[in-house]
Structures are given as structure tokens and as C-alpha cells.
């Protein structure tokens, strides 16, 4: 059973606006953004509800 499919937390960098997954910020030894800055911001997951209206 694998969970990396559902749970993804996108976060974006507040002075370049680069977007990092949870998963490849797992990848780095600290928390920061490839330009070096380390103030990311939680983006919404980008989860497209399909709901029947009939
Ligand atoms: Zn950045």
C-alpha cells in the first residue's frame, strides 16, 4: 500500500513563487526552496470534486 498518491501538500515560495511538493521537499535535508529562501506557503491541493447536480 502506497500513500504517496493522495496527501500531496503543494507549497509555494513567498519570493519566487516556485512550487514544491511535499514529496520532493522530503527529499532535501532542510525545508527551503531552491532559491534559497525558506518562507513557503501552503497551497490547497488542487482536488477537482466531480458532483452529480441531478
Ligand atoms: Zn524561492
Known sequence: MSEQSSGEVYYECVRCGT???????????????????RILKKKRPSVVKIIKAT
Not at 511538493?21 to 522530503?26: A, D, V
Open 19 to 37: 512550487t514544491i511538493s511535499s514529496t520532493e521537499l522530503s527529499k532535501l535535508l532542510e525545508i527551503k526552496c531552491i532559491c534559497g529562501y
